[in-house]
């Protein structure tokens, strides 16, 4: 290999010391112009191919361009000859175009000759190109898209941030050696690499964005993932810079007719698989439909098939070694960076009970509220705060504000709507499952589906998508008035009159899944029929609205379970008979002995128990989680409470043995029939 230095190799190089006739392949034509900054090859691929196939290059081929390279270069937009400054980030002076000289791209790699020709060449790195200039929609983060392949032959590419080259620059030969790449270990090659990384300008230009989903593009909306975009092509290219930090699941195996066939087959009959996958579909059609995160949540008994109804879900989109199914637990950490590379895409989580409960609340509601905190990345990453827009389907044995209220915090109404708890399992004696197409039980039906997902991921999403941009390029208009009509439609036909508008919003999460179904089935990524995913959704709909027993507010509904289930259980128990206590005339208390007690109870005229709690426990216990206030004021509405005077909703009562005490006087009614509100027969 010859390693002759370059003649001038001391001084700023002319172009016209290239040597045009002995370029060598376009391969390497292309590598050197992406180094030197001439322009680069039309196609990323080209440059991907110089790396794979680049050849020696002689000393009077580097530094400058060929000729037939050069005039554009020179003249063209954004030159830097000159200092004719595009407004895109090139180098507004000479200065870097001349220190840039002194770079050579050569087979095995990057050389600098320093300016004082006494000195000797300097080997930097391994081959490398770059090959466009990048940065994010705020103008931030610029940087540049590097090239390069590791020894195995494995191409890299890396959108590097330019704000990793201040201070020493150890991340960014953290990030290329990790990845493969040779960086020459001594301070001067170090250095060399710091120059040339911050000095190198290509023509093209390229659009980071943090996050997979949907991005305006020049064009019209495109939708990132990690390795493909989505619509309208033309303008310039987007890549997806991720953290680094959350390891993405967007992989692909098998064909949308490997799916259809193994998967999509076996959900249908299935209501709750075809709500899962309807749901998965639906994800890329929240930011269209302006809709907010969130999502259901499969509430149910163990080993009954969610997890691998979260399996059959996740499919639609990925899946790998790991899975594309997250757990709740070993979210709740990294949540946001999680939740924000799952934007506009489907995130599954599972076993939302091992959460712990006193995390529950607040990441419930950060989820659905779709933003985290703003910070500063270290790797350059995003330095506004995250955000997402995902659909969550989540699998569990509780629900999200039974487990909130557990570690004591409030359930928000909101949260219970925007993650809406589906009851998991269907009710025909075969768990979460209704159809078992062949196979001997439940169980190896669910064993095979499971199976069959974890083959055959990944292509249906991308099928749908390519499907939904094309559609959307044609007439967006006409799509979001597909949507909006949709949601109309079904809440005429699936809302009882008078609901409230937590009900109307749960109905238009329904309705958009639905879509999200239809949709699919329609571009042939499902196997369905029309109007299947629409019939599932609706009857899930219908059970989680005859399970919440009513279209009234949500906490109001709550907070009255709360107190009888609350007496349910601790009637008995927790209550001291009024009568039974009293002082005797030494001032000792006779009768029965309470620990912990919650309260009295009295017997009314029909025989039945009447409560009277105390407000520690009423306030503490009973309405945990949620406002105390509101829970009283619907006893009273109801007729359960009888308020105190002066608006107080506690009353001040006597009780013989203990004096005057403020107390929660709840009738009998409250259980129901008021001649049988009794837990232990009546008086005692
Ligand atoms: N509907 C079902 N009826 C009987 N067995 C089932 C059913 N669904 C799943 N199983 C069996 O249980 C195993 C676990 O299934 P899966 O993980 O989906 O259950 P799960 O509902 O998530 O349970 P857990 O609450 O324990 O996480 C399956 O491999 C299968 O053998
Ligand atoms: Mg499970």
Redesign the pocket.
Known sequence: MDEEEPQAAASPRKPSRAKSEGAGPDAVRAMRAAATDAPPPPNVEGVREALLHATEVKPGDVGAASEGDKPKRRKGKGGGNGGDDDGNGRPPDATAEILLRQFEQRDVGLFWFPPDSSKPKVHVCGPIAAIARTRDDHGENWGVLLTWKDNDGRQHEWPMPRAMLAGGGDGVREYLLSRGLYVAPDQVARQALMKWLSIVAPIDSARCVGQVGWHQGPAGLVFVLPDKVYGPADGERMILQSSGSVVHAFNEVGSVEDWRREVGSLCAGNTRLILAVAAAFAASLLHLAGDESGGINFQ????????????VAGSVWGGGPQGYTRNWRATANGLESVAAAHSDALLAL??LGQMDPREAGEIAYMLANGSGKARAGRDGGARHALYWRAMIVS?G?TSLAELAQEGGRRAKAGQEVRIVDVP?DAGGG????EELHGSE???????RI?DAAGRCYGAPIRAYLAGLTERLARDKDGFSDWLAKRRTDFVARHVPEGATGQVLSVAGRFALIASGGELASALGVTGWDAGIADWAVALCFKEWLDRRGTVGAWEDETGLGQVRVFIEAHGSSRFENWEANHRDLAGEMKGEKIINRAGFKRANDAGAWEYFITPEIFKGEICKGLDARQVARVLVERGFLVPGGGGKFSRSLTVPGYGKLRLYHLRAEIMGDAGDGSDDGGKG
């Open positions: 149910g008994a163990s080993r009954i098939g969610k997890s691998t109804t979260l399996r599972d076993e699998t044995e998991a075969l768990g979460l499952f039980s439940a169980d190896a039906f669910a064993r499971k």
